[in-house]
């Protein structure tokens, strides 16, 4: 090995290890979370180098389609649940459709990083047709902090999406399907957040509302996009607006679908939200109405 390319892996390694971007402590969030990533392999656990999770209140990704860029942190479990209503009628053939416990774990792996498990069993009723229902597949992701706020730059994170074909005949694909959501957000003013997402997913992730009639024959692809404006309204209550759109590519009869929704949070302690939502179809392919009612604890 030539002095040159010894000289380059030393400083590399240097930076990684020394640098006060990488540093943790209390001016952490100001440096980059991936290279803090590296920085938490590198070096051996130290929780007094760490952010305390518990700092701020609770941030949940359950009950708005747009998710929170904040990761859990280390050692922190947190356990998000709920139940949701739909209703839908395509020319005079009702639809109502129920879901829970939309429940999901997430498990703070580092600062930066956190696994989590979803899980979810819905109930479809239709005039005139056979009732449908079913677990869907489980659905099992990475959430990885990627930049913070500076300027025009968002705080923003990435999901990492896979399911296991365990759910039942009316939704699972029988298939693995991946998927992958960019989450960013800018904070506009005190108490103001505005913040989106991008993503896609094979089969719709096998999300029930997406699935054609024979979900374990179809291949295709949804793309997604959203955007959501967030206000603090007291102390302890927050409501969000929110548009997403859902675009499938590769069907027979492709889709594109445009919801609006809005919801409320109440914080009954900074460790335990409730939330309620309300939402309409944009388009003619969504779902009339939905709501929905949830929360989320950690510990």
């Known amino acids: 090995m030539s002095k040159l390319t010894l000289g380059l892996i030393c400083l590399l390694a240097s930076c990684l290890l020394c640098s006060p971007t ?34 701020e209140r609770i941030e949940t990704d359950r009950h708005d389609f747009t998710q929170s860029t904040k990761t859990v942190g280390r050692g922190v479990i947190q356990l998000e649940t709920g139940y949701s209503y739909f209703y839908n009628d395509d020319d005079d053939e009702i639809e109502q459709t129920h879901t829970g416990p939309e429940s999901m774990l997430r498990l703070g792996l580092t600062e930066d990083i956190e696994f989590r498990l979803r899980w979810n069993y819905a109930w479809r009723f239709i005039d005139e047709a056979d009732n ?57 003013a005190e108490g103001w957040e505005l913040y989106g997402s991008s993503g896609f997913a094979t089969s719709g992730l096998d999300d029930f509302s997406l699935l054609p009639e024979e979900p374990d024959t179809d291949h295709f692809i949804v793309w997604s996009q959203s955007a959501a404006l967030g206000v603090e309204l007291t102390e302890r209550t927050t409501l969000y607006v929110e548009w997403f759109g859902l675009f499938s590519y590769a069907l027979e009869d492709d889709f594109g679908i445009g919801v609006g929704n809005l919801g409320v949070d109440y914080y009954v302690t900074d460790d335990f939200v409730v939330d309620f939502r309300i939402g309409i179809g944009l388009t003619g392919e969504a779902d009339d109405f939905f709501s929905g009612i949830g929360g989320g604890f950690r510990m």
């Not at 803090?36 to 518990?54: G, K, T, V, Y």
């Not at 009316?170 to 399907?177: K, Q």
């Open 22 to 55: 990488c540093a943790r402590g209390p001016e952490r969030r100001s440096g980059e979370p991936f290279l803090r990533f590296i920085d938490d392999l590198l070096r051996p656990f130290d929780a007094s180098r760490e952010a305390d999770p518990f700092a």
């Open 132 to 188: 449908e229902d079913s677990a869907q597949d489980m659905i099992m992701t990475f959430k990885l902090g990627m930049t913070a706020e500076d300027h025009l730059i968002p705080e923003s994170a990435l999901e990492i999406r896979g399911t296991a074909p365990t759910g039942g005949a009316a939704w699972s694909t029988t298939r693995v399907e991946f998927g992958l959501d960019y989450i960013y957000a800018w904070k506009l």
